[in-house]
């Protein structure tokens, strides 16, 4: 059975993790603003509780024991967590960081417009952003959540659907004028996604069989839009997601013929519990963008 968490001597743990980690009384003592005296008389006092020696007092210096080495690294990592979220207490308010992956198409076209409704209900949480083309490792990158785009099902994550964004050719006003019909297309140089489907589908809703496809495969929406508004080609992309371009007048849809072809997510690992500050996240961004 656990202690009981009026016994657990805190003073006591807290000189013992200090010697340890520095090795000695003395600088023990320095660390934690106390005398000598004090740092050894909490640690006999817990040596006498536990019934176990954690030093072994040698002409080297301090040595740990068997179980010595077995409370420091759960004990530090106990501090540490503390330390931690002590730290986040500034201005009387207790600040949490989220750390986002989000597809680049989705941060230019949604998310920044919106954010401020988050940060304004929710001031005790900052959001840190890492855009990326889809691909991602949520553990590696050691970030809290992702939002991306496909068909929802990831494997070890818990997945949130967010919103369809229809995908139709997108093009520079100037090129508009010669398409008047899907067949024009076919005298028109079309950007490539790394998505090989993506035309091909457009193409049959059109009725009509896709042509043969070249030139560079892109992994940004964000740059072939950029491309497409210059008049390099005609791109197919998410109009939901570019209403800045179209209201400038740099970019036009040519044609109501439009595809889904997935949609964007909010994940999460699913074997890690949720924080506050991820599920108020999930919650906004869910209601918001549905």
Not at 13 to 19: D, G, K, P, Q
Not at 57 to 85: F, M
Request: glycine share 6%; hydrophobic share 45%.
């Amino acid at each position: 059975m656990p202690m009981d968490r009026p016994n657990i001597p805190l003073n006591a743990l807290r000189s013992f993790e200090a010697a340890a980690r520095q090795g000695s009384f003395t600088n023990a003592a320095v660390e934690l603003c106390v005398t000598q005296a004090a740092v050894s008389h909490q640690i006999l006092r817990l040596e006498d509780q536990l019934g176990a020696k954690l030093f072994h007092r040698t002409s080297k210096g301090l040595l740990l024991t068997p179980e010595g080495e077995a409370l420091l690294p759960v004990l530090t990592a106990s501090l540490d967590r503390i330390s931690g979220v002590l730290d986040r207490f500034t201005d009387g308010r207790y600040h949490e960081t989220l750390n986002v992956g989000v597809v680049t198409t989705f941060a230019v076209g949604w998310l920044t417009e919106y954010l401020k409704e988050f940060e304004t209900s929710h001031p005790g949480i900052s959001v840190r952003f890492f855009t990326n083309n889809n691909r991602v490792d949520i553990a590696r990158e050691g970030l809290d959540l992702a939002i991306r785009f496909g068909a929802g099902r990831w494997p070890g994550l818990t997945a949130q659907p967010l919103m369809e964004t229809p995908l139709t050719p997108m093009c520079a006003p100037s090129v508009a004028l010669a398409l008047k019909d899907p067949e024009a297309l076919l005298n028109h140089k079309l950007l490539r996604s790394y998505r090989a489907d993506e035309w091909p589908i457009w193409f049959r809703e059109a009725g009509m069989g896709a042509p043969h496809l070249e030139g560079p495969i892109y992994d940004s929406s964000v740059a072939m839009a950029e491309l497409a508004a210059r008049g390099v080609g005609v791109a197919l992309l998410p109009y939901a997601m570019f209403q800045a371009l179209v209201s400038e007048g740099r970019l036009v849809r040519p044609f109501d013929t439009e595809v889904t072809t997935g949609r964007y997510w909010i994940t999460r690992l699913s074997n890690k519990e949720p924080t506050t500050a991820v599920a108020a996240f999930e919650a906004w961004i869910c209601n918001t963008a549905l």
